[in-house]
């Protein structure tokens, strides 16, 4: 699947002006189905789809480990409804829905604090949540503890964005990358989407059953939010690190969660909102 396209826009430069081809990031639907059951549309960059199908299951508390999930595959012609063909004929519909079939049937209606059938943008947060004390209740604080020298961060910014890619080609993606204890970054993802891009991480990690991932640092491009640090939690990573800023209650969470979380993490300044004893010089 294409994760770029091109398309002829105008670019001026003061009171000049031309027209070129530019390549731009795909944004295109995925419906989630569990058992042939609609959970979600998520609005995401193609790629990586079934990633991010275990990683949300997985960070929003529908399953606990990979062995919850016995296989997921696109949708066939066969299972997609006449209406939904028409009213998204620009794109090929079968590779924008896929399924999951768990080893135990979930019955949505008894998952407290979900709400089914919703739509959710690329920059959404919180997604099925219906409140954010719902959230908390669900996730124990770490209580991994070990020290990182503080040049090891130093190296993740350059790493991380020596390997967008396709940011090189738009401009116009999220990054997250998984990064072990000595600062190598072991899997990268890209999405339109900050916190797709986290949940085709820790889907990765989870269908590779390296989960949980107590030594492990993960760093997205942009801010820190709350439901990146969420997300963190669940997957039991202690270090979240981010380009921008982190948001108040993205703090507050990673706090109660015991998590080191760190901003404006760009060459060898950073600024650590929680937890700062996991860093050493």
């Not at 919850?68 to 209406?83: P, R």
């Not at 919703?118 to 920059?123: D, E, G, Q």
């Not at 202690?238 to 109660?256: F, K, N, Q, R």
Request: hydrophobic content about 40%; proline content about 2%; aromatic content about 6%.
């Amino acid at each position: 699947m294409e994760q770029t396209c091109t398309k002829q826009v105008i670019r001026w430069n003061q009171s000049e002006s031309i027209q070129i081809e530019d390549d731009l990031v795909v944004e295109e639907p995925l419906e989630i189905r569990v058992g042939e059951q609609s959970l979600i549309v998520v609005m995401r960059t193609p790629g990586h789809d079934f990633e991010l199908a275990a990683g949300f299951l997985f960070t929003e508390s529908l399953i606990k480990t990979a062995d919850d999930i016995e296989i997921i595959a696109y949708c066939q012609e066969d299972d997609i409804i006449t209406e939904t063909k028409e009213q998204t004929s620009d794109f090929d519909i079968r590779q924008n829905i896929v399924n999951v079939r768990l080893t135990e049937q979930l019955d949505l209606e008894e998952q407290s604090g979900w709400q089914r059938n919703f739509h959710a943008n690329a920059s959404c947060g919180l997604c099925g949540k219906m409140t954010i004390e719902s959230v908390k209740h669900q996730i124990n604080p770490l209580n991994s503890v070990y020290p990182l020298q503080q040049k090891i961060f130093y190296k993740l910014n350059d790493k991380l964005r020596t390997a967008q890619s396709v940011f090189e080609k738009t401009g116009g993606l999220h990054a997250a990358g998984l990064f072990d204890e000595n600062g190598e970054l072991l899997i990268i993802r890209e999405d339109i989407g900050r916190h797709n891009a986290v949940d085709k991480v820790i889907g990765q990690a989870l269908l590779s059953e390296m989960i949980p991932l107590e030594k492990y640092i993960l760093m997205v491009s942009g801010r820190a939010s709350f439901e990146i640090v969420q997300k963190a939690l669940f997957a039991r990573i202690p270090i979240v690190a981010a380009v921008s800023a982190a948001s108040t209650l993205a703090v507050d969470l990673a706090t109660e969660g015991n998590l080191t979380l760190i901003g404006f993490m760009r060459g060898q300044q950073m600024s650590v909102y929680s937890c700062p004893d996991r860093i050493i010089k």
